[in-house]
């Protein structure tokens, strides 16, 4: 099953997009819940430097960054971000789920790429 299908058969509402830059308009467009996102995103700018993006703009925003590269390897910053979680590849879709979870229970303000629907 794929982290999309999953997520929307968890009833969450998934705006996907395929570019950081897409993403970056669709923050500046509506309010997301979750930032989910590869560290690893082709031409252009990283997962890191979406993440980073996103924290300058949205300070409470949960994130969740899937990455191949062990977490210390990531920069400082990220690992201390008290709203970001760093998901280790290869990982199952039901803990990809709980740290969802966790970061909206967690989430200090309705901020808004997912939004938990009834």
Known sequence: MSIERALRFSAYTVSSVTTAREAQDLMLAQPIDVLLTDIALGVGMDGVALA????????????????????????????QDQMMRILAKPFGLGLMLRMIAELLHTAQSPQPILSKTG
């Open 52 to 79: 980073d993006w996103a924290r300058k703009r949205h300070t409470l925003l949960p994130i969740m960054i899937i990455s191949g590269l062990s977490p210390t390897n990531l920069p400082v910053k990220l690992r």
